[in-house]
């Protein structure tokens, strides 16, 4: 019982960043699901889905019970990963078809975005982690269910709020940008990849938007489509260049040490691997769908890494929270 009564005591205590593992999963499965890998992209989506639930059920308990810590954290960045999980989780669903589901996750993700977004970006400060740009993953992430969802669907106007939103993140990455430490490249836990994760999505919002194009439903002009697909193309290489240089680092100033900051690593990889193959079929460059899987793969693998990280962690926490006095007062040192 002691050790039960531990992890619940470990989970109580996750920062809003958590829900960047439920991000990183739920791309890793849209990843799976567009190199042809079906069923392994379904069990990361029973994952995904098992990850949002508990987050959501800890989102509504803080809520209720601890409205003061509520307000601290929904003023940081990582309160956002609430937005982007949603809708990335929402995206899932509808490439499944399932139109009813992924539009409830839209409204809801809807309705928490503006609210937590101008909560966030009132607090920013100077030399920011990466973190900071995660006001742009989540704007993106609403454009890319929405315009996925004007696609399948054939409304027109859900594309053009696409399109708004699609703007909207672009100028939130460049006002994160000027904020962002570039000192984290050399010493950052790992949320840093969302400087290149943010272009990502990016690049996969102007995908669907230009997926979303067809005979049910015309949404672009020629110069439009022109203007949106060179767009969308320089942001994946921009992307693409990020990854580069963020590997390098890792390479050059090595932190094999799990902590939370790494499922925003395997998000932003996971998600270079989806936009690569998504950018390959909507803009027609088949060459792209090689390098596109083997990105898809790596995420993979280093999901597989952090997940071995977060059990051994969870493991550690449930033991140090429920074995004795000792125990006890980090617990209650740690809520005071």
């Known amino acids: 019982m002691s050790g039960i009564s531990g992890l619940r005591a470990w989970w109580w205590e996750r920062p809003p960043a958590a829900g960047t ?18 069923t392994v992209s379904l069990i990361f989506l029973a994952l995904a889905c098992t990850g949002w639930l508990a987050l959501a059920a800890d989102f509504a308990l803080r809520l209720a019970r601890q409205r003061e810590r509520w307000l601290t954290e929904a003023r940081t960045p990582g309160a956002l990963t ?17 139109a009813v589901l992924a539009e409830a996750l839209l409204a809801l993700a809807a309705l928490c975005w503006p609210v937590l977004l101008y909560v966030v970006t009132r607090h920013w400060g100077h030399r920011m982690p990466g973190a900071v740009f995660l006001c742009c993953v989540a704007t993106q992430a609403l454009a890319v269910l929405a315009a996925t969802l004007a696609g399948t669907e ?21 006002l994160a940008l000027p904020r962002f430490d570039p000192g984290e490249l050399t010493r950052g836990s790992g949320d840093h990849w969302i400087a290149g994760g943010a272009l990502s999505i990016s690049a996969l919002a102007g995908a669907r938007l230009l997926a979303a194009d067809g005979p049910r ?57 989806a936009t690569t193959l998504a950018v390959a ?14 990105l898809v793969w790596v995420s993979f693998a280093v999901w597989l890494g952090a997940a071995a990280g977060a059990v051994r962690a969870a493991r550690s926490g449930a033991r140090g929270r429920g074995g004795g006095p000792e125990a006890s007062g980090v617990t209650s040192t740690a809520r005071r």
């Open 21 to 38: 593992a439920v991000m990183a999963t739920a791309v890793v499965s849209i990843g799976l699901h567009l190199a042809g890998a079906g």
């Open 82 to 98: 609430a937005v982007a999980a949603t809708a990335v989780l929402g995206t899932r669903f509808a490439l499944l078809g399932w």
């Open 154 to 174: 054939a409304v027109a106007w859900l594309a053009h709020t696409a399109l708004v939103l699609f703007g909207g993140g672009l100028l939130l990455y460049g």
């Open 217 to 273: 439903l015309y949404l672009w002009n020629e110069d439009d489509s022109g203007v949106l697909r060179d767009v969308t193309v320089a942001l994946l290489v921009l992307d693409l260049a990020w990854y580069a240089v963020l590997l390098v680092a890792e390479l050059t100033r090595p932190r094999p040490r799990y902590g939370l900051g790494r499922w925003a690593t395997v998000f932003s990889m996971g998600m270079s691997g």
């Open 281 to 294: 079929a909507a803009v027609g460059i088949g060459w792209l769908r090689v390098p596109g899987q083997v």
